[in-house]
């Protein structure tokens, strides 16, 4: 290329977590800093939020009016689009409020004058709004998760989207089952891979930081979870703690009428 591919990164509604995952590449990011003209990233100090550049990053979801226009111009300025996190991704541990009967009791609780709070009803992924070219899912992301990513498109290759379960990872870093020696409610068998393991590796239950593997059974998952003795109330919050969707809910509820299919 006769010049620099320019890239930027965007904050939405977030908690920062996968902008550091980016910081935390260490050694990687200067390099990456030598083959890429960074135009906004304000977690680095670099502010040009309106710059027209090849790569966008976005981490956090939509929940403001503001941030339905910011999206849009990004979306414009942008030629590739890719949301990092379970916030861009599908609206992250603030759309629990979307499961609610009325959105505004959420900020009446935290508020004392919820009337200047600038929300919407609910708390939506990018791709709600706007093309998204790549997902990069997890809460937060890893280093590896991006440098992979922004190394592959550099190359002029769209990276693949990983879901296998969690459950194969385990099995190969010959990590000892959760849910079957310890019965600890481990959501590994419907969770995509990508953490490396992590809590399994000492010995505790999966998560579900990196959002839905392929073909997830969650319906049969969930009466497992039934069977270790959590109550209907545990099991919902096992499943929609990091990534909160309403039709998984409904479908849970099928299953303590006795009504659940095999697929969630």
Same mark, same amino acid.
């Given at each position: ?15 920062? $977590? ?11 990011? +200067? ?60 609206? $992250? ?15 009446? /609780?935290?508020?004392?004058?919820? #009337? ?7 708390? #939506?992924?990018?791709?709600?709004? +706007?093309? +998204?070219?790549?997902?990069?899912? $997890? ?33 190969? #870093? ?47 998952? /969930? ?42």
């Amino acid at each position: 290329m006769s010049r620099k591919p320019t890239i930027a990164v965007h904050k939405f509604s977030s908690c920062d $977590g996968c902008q550091l995952a980016l910081l935390n590449m260490g050694e990687a990011l +200067v390099t990456l800093a030598e083959r890429v003209d960074i135009k906004h990233f304000a977690e680095a100090g670099v502010l040009d939020e309106m710059a027209e550049v090849d790569i966008a990053f976005i981490e956090g979801s939509v929940v403001t009016q503001h941030d339905t226009q910011r999206i849009q111009q990004i979306r414009k300025n942008s030629r590739y689009l890719i949301t990092m996190g379970a916030c861009a991704t599908s609206g $992250g541990i603030q759309a629990l409020k979307n499961l609610s009967d009325s959105a505004n009791s959420w900020t009446g /609780a935290i508020y004392p004058q919820p #009337e200047f709070i600038d929300s919407l009803d609910r708390s #939506e992924p990018i791709k709600s709004h +706007v093309k +998204v070219d790549f997902e990069i899912w $997890g809460c937060p992301i890893n280093s590896g998760q991006i440098s992979t990513a922004i190394s592959l498109m550099l190359e002029g290759v769209m990276p693949q989207d990983e879901r296998e379960k969690l459950c194969i990872e385990c099995k190969r #870093e010959g990590l000892v089952c959760t849910l079957v020696t310890a019965g600890e409610p481990c959501m590994g068998p419907v969770t995509r891979t990508g953490c490396g393991a992590l809590c399994p590796q000492y010995g505790r239950a999966c998560y579900g930081c990196y959002g839905d593997a392929e073909l997830p059974h969650n319906s049969a998952l /969930a009466r497992r979870f039934s069977g270790l003795g959590l109550l209907p109330d545990q099991v919902h919050k096992r499943f929609q703690l990091i990534h909160p969707d309403q039709a998984k809910s409904n479908d849970l509820v099928k299953v303590e009428s006795g009504k659940g299919g095999q697929n969630g």
